[in-house]
C-alpha cells in the first residue's frame, strides 16, 4: 500500500521545535512504515524522515507567505496525477479543492486547525472527501458530512520518559501568543508562590503581545522564559514539571501538549475549553476549571494525583498503535470498491 502524506511546508517534519501538526504526522508515518505501509512525503524540504519526500519549497519558514499553502497544494497534486498513490491523506483542507478538480486516489483529509464557520462550510461543500476530525468537539461541528471520522491523536510513549519525582514549578508550553493565556499563567504562578517555566517560540505577528504583557514579568528567577524547545528539552521539562498550565482563551482541537505531558507523568491544568474534557480525565490526571479561581484552587489538590495514572491514561487512550490501527482501518474503507 503507498499513501500520500501531505504535510503543511513550513514547518519541518518531525519538528526541531515548535510544530503540533507535524509532530503528529511524523509519528503517524513512522507507525505506518512499521506496519509495513510505503509513505510518499510532501512537506517542507529540510523534513528529515526516513521517507520519499516531494516538496515546492526547499527549507521551511514561518509565518507562512501567502498562497504558499496553494502553491504547495498544486505542485503535489500535479505529481501525484502522474503517479497515483492508493490512498492520498492531507493534513492541509484546502487539498479538497484541489482534489475534486483531478481525484487521482481517495482523499482523507486530517483536521488540525479550529473551524471557523467559513472553513466548516468549505469542509461540508466536499462530501466526496473523507473528513478525520481529532476530537468529538470538533466532529459536532461537521455533522451531516456523510464520510466523517473520528480518530484522536496518539503518541509513542517510548519518547516520553516517565519521572514520578516532581519539582516546584509550574510549566507553559506552546506558542506564545494571546489565545494560549501565558498572561493568566504568569498571574496564577506569582499568586501562588510559585516558580513558572516558559518555553515556546514567539512570532512576529504575536512580539507586541509579548513586549506589552509577557515581558516585563519575566525575572530569570520566579518566571523564566526560555525560548523555543527541542523534544530533548522539552520531555525533559514535562516530566520534571508539578503541572502543565494551559488557560486557554481558545476552544482547543485537541491539545497535543496536554498528552505528551501526561505521559510523562505530569498532571494537566486547563479551562473548560473545546476538547480539553476529551484529553484530560478529571481529578485523575489533572484538573478542569471554568474560572480563575478555581484554576487558583486545584493548585491545592496536585499532591493528590498519581503520576502513573497519567500515563496510563495516554497509553490507553491516546497510543500511537491505537491512532495507526484506525488510519489503516480508515484506508482500507477508503480503498474498498475502489
Not at 456523510?146 to 520518559?161: E, F, K, T, V
Request: overall charge neutral.
Amino acid at each position: 500500500m503507498r499513501v500520500a502524506q501531505i504535510a503543511p511546508p513550513w514547518i519541518p517534519v518531525p519538528p526541531v521545535t515548535y510544530g503540533g501538526t507535524e509532530l503528529m504526522v511524523a509519528t503517524l508515518i513512522q507507525g505506518l512504515k512499521e506496519r509495513g505501509v510505503e509513505i510518499w512525503l510532501f512537506s517542507a524540504g529540510d523534513s528529515s524522515l526516513a521517507v520519499p519526500q516531494y516538496g515546492h519549497f526547499l527549507h521551511s519558514f514561518w509565518p507562512p507567505d501567502k498562497f504558499s499553502e496553494n502553491l504547495h497544494l498544486s505542485h503535489a497534486f500535479a505529481r501525484l496525477r502522474q503517479q497515483p498513490p492508493l490512498v492520498i491523506h492531507s493534513h492541509l483542507e484546502n487539498a479538497a479543492g484541489f482534489w475534486v478538480l483531478a481525484p487521482a486516489a481517495p482523499l482523507a483529509i486530517t483536521i488540525h486547525t479550529p473551524l471557523f464557520p467559513m472553513k466548516r462550510d468549505y469542509l461540508l461543500s466536499f462530501p466526496q472527501v473523507h473528513l478525520v476530525t481529532v476530537s468529538a468537539f470538533q466532529q459536532r461541528q461537521l455533522e451531516g458530512h456523510p464520510r466523517l471520522h473520528l480518530i484522536p491523536h496518539g503518541l509513542s510513549l517510548a519518547d516520553y520518559p516517565f519521572q514520578a519525582a516532581k519539582e516546584d514549578f509550574l510549566l507553559f508550553l506552546g506558542r506564545i501568543y494571546p489565545d494560549k493565556g501565558l498572561h493568566t499563567a504568569i498571574r496564577l504562578a506569582r499568586e501562588a508562590g510559585m516558580r513558572l517555566i516558559i518555553a515556546g517560540p514567539v512570532f512576529t505577528p504575536d512580539q507586541p503581545y509579548f513586549d506589552a504583557q509577557i515581558r516585563a514579568h519575566i525575572d530569570g528567577d520566579r518566571i523564566v522564559y526560555l525560548g523555543p524547545a527541542d523534544h530533548a528539552r522539552k520531555v525533559d521539562l514535562m516530566k520534571r514539571a508539578r503541572a502543565l498550565v494551559l488557560p486557554l482563551e481558545v476552544d482547543e482541537t485537541f491539545g497535543l501538549a496536554m498528552i505528551e505531558a501526561m505521559a510523562c507523568g505530569t498532571p494537566v491544568l486547563a479551562y473548560d475549553r473545546g476538547a480539553v474534557p476529551e484529553v484530560v480525565a478529571q481529578g485523575e490526571t489533572g484538573f478542569i476549571v471554568k474560572t480563575y479561581e478555581e484554576l487558583r484552587d486545584s493548585l491545592a489538590g496536585l499532591a493528590a494525583l498519581d503520576p502513573r495514572r497519567c500515563r496510563e491514561h495516554v497509553a490507553q487512550n491516546f497510543s500511537r498503535d491505537r491512532m495507526v490501527t484506525a488510519y489503516l482501518d480508515l484506508y482500507g474503507e477508503m480503498t474498498r470498491g475502489h
